[in-house]
């Protein structure tokens, strides 16, 4: 066991070493401007204050609370006046009927019909003011709170997800830097090889067509800078639509992955925190929210205890002693009544009803339980599965230094051989690609270890510990 950790000590000490070294090379190469550069920390912050792809996920909460603030006040009683002033006739006969709202009725019923018309006026305050309904209202209130928690959930998932989509933008915008370095490094060598070339035909030692096969490899350079050049551009464009920062601003921290590969090697990893990961916090809210309306379904079909009561005017130019007046006299109210009582409402179909919707409910609990399982799970297996990723890309980025350093000896090997007139463009050209080769790996290499890692820390949300 002693002996395994030894080995390990000594192979991150080789790999921490290595990377040393080729930050230093590459900052020598590279001319870094720090101070104008904008880091990931700057983007992923912006996108959480002034994205323009999270207002509409900010405007849902806005409605959300609407509702809560609206919630808060389901309790208070339904008053309501009502004064009107009726023209008509005055004849009905006895009967019954349902009354739904106000209805237009008769004072009393007559022995012999009568056409005349009268005038009647009636005001009436009514109160309806539930007291108790074993806790109905309150569930209502707890629900749409719980509306705002999956609301805001929701909005920290799709937050979550755009700066874990920012991250892999900026990680291929670095990789698009460095891969425009080692294109201008590769134009660099293939121009001295040139001139090179145009020295040795002069004195005779090499043919002048050496000189036009590197004049094409030196097009064929360009052509492919250009190319990088336009996919940078356009993951500029990305960042910027994504943070709302002008491209023109915008200054790739070309020395930003070396650092993170050199931190992490050093670094302890840090236990995963996925139970406030966004996604888990999401279906979380949903499965609390479920029952919430689990709990009003239960409480919705309660009975209801009422305090009623209603005061109410009346006039007519009907006389008590049933003698039609003048239409004037029904302006004014001459009568007054008031009525207060207390009322308890309950229908028996609700309890079939209730057991229906308990039901229902029910289902939906559970499948917001399964979601929020699942979620876990995944997040778990996602969690193995990086592991063992990142575990290969430390092997590869222990190995790779070594084909970069290879393949830099053979080429300055080649050159001589060739200024010498000892080997001819062919062969010196393999030695060139084969260096371009192993600086492209080293480049993919660290990009895909940084992507890695990040997706790790994205998993397990960890990425502040990153940044």
């Known amino acids: 066991m002693d002996k395994r950790i030894r080995m390990f000590n000594k192979n991150k000490a080789i790999l921490i070493s290595a990377w040393s070294w080729i930050l230093l090379v590459f900052s020598v ?3 870094q401007t720090r101070d104008t550069s904008v880091g ?34 389901n309790a208070l009683p339904a008053f309501t006046l009502n004064l009107q002033g009726n023209l008509g006739t005055n004849n009905n006969l006895p009967g019954g009927y ?30 309806n003011w539930t007291i108790y309904d074993f806790g109905e209202k309150k569930e209502q209130r707890n629900v749409a709170a719980s509306d705002v928690l999956v609301e805001q959930s929701r909005f920290n998932q799709k937050k979550y997800d755009l700066e874990a989509y920012v991250i892999d933008t900026y990680l291929q915008w670095l990789q698009i830097e460095d891969l425009l370095a080692i ?17 040795l035909a ?25 190319e990088l050049d336009g996919q940078r551009q356009q993951l500029k464009i990305i960042l910027s639509a994504i943070t709302g920062t002008s491209a023109e601003q915008l200054k790739a921290d070309t020395a930003y992955s070396t650092r993170l590969i050199a931190q992490s090697l050093a670094a302890v990893s840090n236990d995963a925190n996925n139970a406030q990961h966004p996604i888990l ?61 207390v009322g308890i409402t309950y229908d028996l179909f609700d309890i079939k009803r209730r ?57 300055r090997q080649k050159l001589s051989l060739y200024k010498n007139g000892l080997i001819n463009i062919v062969e010196l050209n393999i030695a060139l690609s084969v260096l371009y080769r192993a600086e492209t790996d080293l480049i993919a290499a660290k990009y895909m270890y940084c992507k890695t890692l990040f997706e790790k820390a994205i998993n397990s949300n960890q990425v502040q510990s990153l940044l």
């Open 202 to 226: 002069k004195s005779g030692i090499k043919a002048g067509v050496d000189t036009s096969i590197a004049e094409a490899e030196i097009s064929r350079l360009r052509s492919n800078y250009l």
């Open 98 to 127: 349902f009354s739904y709202g106000i209805v237009p009725g008769n004072s009393r019923v007559r022995n012999e019909g009568s056409d005349a018309t009268i005038l009647t006026d009636l005001a009436i305050a009514s109160l």
């Open 355 to 411: 057991q229906l919707q308990m039901k229902t409910q029910e289902a939906v609990t559970h499948y917001a339980d399964e979601q929020y399982k699942e979620k876990q799970l995944l997040l778990n297996l996602n969690e193995s599965k990086l592991n063992a990723r990142l575990g290969t890309m430390k092997q590869k980025l222990l190995e790779i230094p070594h084909q970069l350093s290879a393949a830099q000896a053979a080429y």
């Open 29 to 31: 190469a590279k001319s």
């Open 40 to 73: 990931l920390r700057d983007l992923l912050c912006r996108v959480g204050k002034q994205s323009a792809f999270l207002m509409s996920d900010s405007a849902a909460i806005l409605i959300k609370l609407a509702e809560q603030n609206a919630a808060k006040y």
């Open 281 to 341: 916090q999401y279906y979380r809210s949903l499965y609390q929210n479920s029952l919430q309306k689990a709990q009003l379904v239960k409480k919705s079909f309660y009975p209801a205890i009422s305090l009623q009561g209603a005061v109410w005017g009346r006039g007519s130019s009907v006389s008590a002693g049933d003698e039609f007046r003048a239409l004037g006299k029904g302006l004014g109210l001459e009568r007054g009544n008031y009525l207060v009582g």
């Open 183 to 199: 294109q201008t490094q590769n134009i660099d060598r293939t121009t001295e090889i040139r001139q090179s070339i145009m020295a």
